[in-house]
Structure formats: C-alpha cells, structure tokens
C-alpha cells in the first residue's frame, strides 16, 4: 500500500498555494485530499449557490414560504456543512452576489441576506472581515441587523482583522467594541472624521499589531490620532498612513517605542509633520517605506543618521530619489537588506557605493526611465560590486520607458553572475509599467533568459505588469 501523507502534512503543503485553480484540482485526488483542501478554498466563501444551498431547513421553508426559488448546484444536500470552514467574510461582497442570483429583485434579496447572515452568525467563528460603505449596498445591509442575530457574539469575538471605514453603522461598531478586543490588524478609510465609534473600537484593542489609515481629501484625523495612540503605543508593530492631497500629523509616531515598520502614502508636500520625527530614535525600525514621495531630504537624512543602522528594507516607490539621499543610505543604513530607489544616468558610482558599503544586501528594485541610469551600466555594476548575500535583481520600467539593453549585455551579465564566488543563482524579475516595454519584449534577451533557466543560473524568473 503507497504511503499517505498525513493530513496535517497536507494542510500545511495547501496553505501555501496561491493558486485557488491548483487547489481546485486538489478536491478531485482522493477523499483525504478533498478533505483537507475544501477547509482551504472554504475559508472565504467559494460559491454562493452552494452557500445558498447550505441553509437550514426552516430557513428553505421560509423562502418557500415567500416565493422565492432559488436554483442550487445539484439536488443533493452538500458534501459539506461549508459554512463551519468560513473564517473571512467581505459584508459587502455577499450582497453583491445574492443581488446577482436574485437578479436585483430589492425585497428578495433582503430575505435571503437575511437568512444568509443568520446561518453565518450562528455558524461561524470569525477571523477577517471586511466591511467598507456601499451606496448601492447600504439600503440592504441596513435591513439585515446581522449583529444582533443569535450566535453574533461568538462569531464576533475572536475576530482579528478588520477592514472597513469610518461609515460604517455605529450600532455595529459598538457591538464590536463590546465584543472584539484581539483585533491584531486594522486597516481603515477616513471619509468624513475618525468617528467615536472607530476611537473606541480602536482603544480598547489589547494587542494591536498592524494599523492603517487611509485619510481621504476632506476629512480631518488630527483632533482624534494623538491621544488615541498613546493607548496603543505598545502594542503596534506597523503603521500605515496614506493621504489624498491632505498632509496627516505624524508627530505621534514618536510614542510608538515598539515600531518595526512605517509606510507613508503621500505626495511631496504633505510631509510637513515630518520635521517632528527627524532626531527621534525608534530602535526597532525594520522597514521604512514611501510611495509617490517622500520629506524633504535633508529631514531624512537626519532621521537615517538616527535609525539608518537598523534599518534592513527601504523602498522609494514612484518616488525620484536624489544622489545625496542614496549615499546618506550607503553611509548610514549599513545593515540593508532590501532598496528600492532610483539612480540618475550620471549616478553609477552612487550605486557601486550603496553595492560596497551595504554588504548585507540581498535584493535591489531600481526604477528605469529615459532618465535613470543606463541598464547595461546596471546590470555590469551589480554583477561586479554585489555582496556575496545578493540574489535578487528587479528592474521596474517606468512610463513609456522601453529597453535598450542588448542581448550580448543580457549574456554579458549572467556570465559574470555565473562566475561569481561562491556560486548562486539569482532572482530576475522584470516590472512593466504603464505603456513600458521591458527588456523581455526583444526576443533574443527572451532566448538568453531561458537559457540561463535551463543553466540553473536564473532560479526565478518573472515578468509582470504594475500599474
């Protein structure tokens, strides 16, 4: 008889599948397989006729009752009680999808969500949830009071993600600040205020780990950001902040002692607050990111000067660095592991500099445009002035930027790389923006590529599209 894995071994090789199709084909090897798999696939809904079709009997009665006829997948009872394996519900991804079955027919559709929603409280432990403002689904979910439906608090309580915005009902958000206090990551949009409601869901959280505020234009979060971290500032290990054409005080990020990642989200401008944190010491700081810009620089600089050491990650994304930045990150951030920046046509030895001084260095993005510096020069430097902890090389092309890379500095390069001391393969990953044409698009690097895959120089190679 051949040998099983166990099916604890299973859950553990189907965790890691990203592909929902490849775990799809799981279900069909053998009862075991089906077994374990179905509780994957099933951790957020997979198909709403089949939800549709696990509810209660009394529950099918009472649609009958009014009319209602729902098509099921087959006319046997499910192989599964599918509901007991749901941990992540999107409120209003389901509404969205019983509008769809019922063919937007309003008082139907308020039915069956209700019986949905019952079924679900009372069947379900929960542990994300998502629950964003909807004008096309706010008059459903206001007449589906979920929260009060018998089993809500045992569904509620052990919940530990939460993403949602600032208005959502405030019955809800009092429910959960009587009942959740685990939540680890909260991930919130500001439309209007920073509502009570959010305040005090957020203060009374015990072991908050991840936080993120989205500020969008009109809103104001500054009465309601500083006193209410000084009651989570232990806890929380990442803060992101994102702005719309509004600047968010960051002057509060003092208090966080335990930070080990900060993400800023804004344009330029809107780092005013900045100055606030440019000789604070916060001696857990891992990773520092920017998207779309970054404060002044000679703010940032200071602030390297002050944490740079401990710092293993640092991304600039659609941000153009400037020279004296990237040395200030070559001569205070020593420890690296990880750089996303961009380099001027002019800027080689500001590269071979961060490449010999960070020596830890294991993976570097690199913006490439009509402006930035020369790919082959690129490829050349990091082939030679590489620490011997590097593996990974990703080249993101900028708007209209199109490669004019040869094959033979493509070839050029994988040979230096091969000959390399101590050998290892690396990672090259090609990013297309939007309108760019990467260096892939010429079929002869493409040929080169996959012959050093075949080599075993290549260990992973990507070509993808970020807008």
């Known amino acids: 008889m051949p040998y099983r894995l166990p099916s604890e071994c299973l859950n553990e090789i189907f965790e890691q599948l990203e592909d929902k199709v490849t775990l799809h084909s799981c279900l069909l090897v053998d009862r075991l397989w089906c077994e374990v798999s179905v ?54 991804v389901i ?18 969500t209700q019986e949905v929603f019952k079924m679900l409280m009372n069947q379900i432990s929960l542990k994300k949830l998502n629950f964003y403002f909807d004008r096309k689904c706010i008059y459903y979910i206001s007449n589906v009071p979920f929260i009060t439906y018998p089993g809500a608090i045992y569904c509620l309580r052990n919940l530990s993600e939460l993403n949602c915005d600032s208005n959502i009902p405030s019955e809800f958000l009092n429910q959960l600040s009587r009942t959740c206090h685990n939540i680890r990551s909260l991930d919130v949009v500001v439309l209007d205020v920073l509502s009570d409601g959010l305040t005090d869901l957020i203060s009374v959280q015990k072991n908050l780990k991840d936080l993120s505020i989205t500020k969008c234009y009109s809103c104001d979060v500054s009465p309601s ?23 968010i005080p960051l002057s509060f990020i003092i208090q966080l002692t335990n930070l080990q990642e900060l993400v800023l989200t804004f344009d330029d ?26 404060p002044k620089h000679e703010d940032l600089i200071n602030f390297l000067e002050k944490n740079g050491r401990s710092l293993e990650k640092i991304h600039f994304k659609y941000c153009r660095v400037k ?51 020369n ?12 620490s011997k902890s590097f593996y990974e090389l990703k080249i993101y092309y900028g708007y209209k930027a199109y490669s004019k890379v040869s094959w033979e500095e493509l070839e050029s390069f994988f040979i230096s790389w091969t000959n390399r001391i101590p050998q290892r393969s690396i990672s090259f990953i090609i990013i297309n923006g939007y309108k760019s044409n990467g260096l892939v698009v010429k079929e002869e690097n493409m040929q080169v590529i996959e012959q050093y895959i075949k080599l075993g120089v290549i260990k992973k190679f990507k070509n993808k599209i970020e807008i």
């Open 39 to 92: 509780r994957i696939l099933w951790k957020s809904i997979w198909n709403y006729n089949t939800l549709i079709a696990c509810l209660p009997n009394e529950s099918k009665e009472f649609l009958l009752e009014n009319k209602i006829f729902i098509s099921t997948p087959n006319s046997n009872p499910p192989s599964f009680n599918y509901v007991t394996f749901i941990k992540n519900l999107s409120i209003n």
């Open 375 to 386: 790919e082959g020069e690129l490829l050349k430097v990091v082939a030679k002035f590489s």
């Open 225 to 247: 950001v500083n006193p209410l971290l000084t009651k989570i500032s232990n806890t929380l290990i990442k803060l992101e902040l994102y702005g719309d054409n509004c600047s």
């Open 323 to 373: 020279n004296s930045l990237n040395l200030a990150i070559a001569k205070f951030c020593s420890n690296l592991k990880s750089l996303y920046t961009t380099f001027s046509n002019d800027e080689v030895e500001t590269l071979k500099v961060i490449l010999n001084n960070c020596q830890r260095l294991e993976s570097i993005k690199v913006l490439y445009d009509d402006d930035s510096l």
């Open 95 to 112: 509404v969205k999808n019983i509008k769809y079955i019922l063919d937007f027919n309003y008082n139907e559709c308020i039915i069956v």
């Open 269 to 294: 401008g809107d780092f005013q607050d900045f100055e606030t944190l440019q000789h604070t010491v916060l001696s857990k700081l891992r990773i520092l990111k920017f998207t779309n810009g970054y």
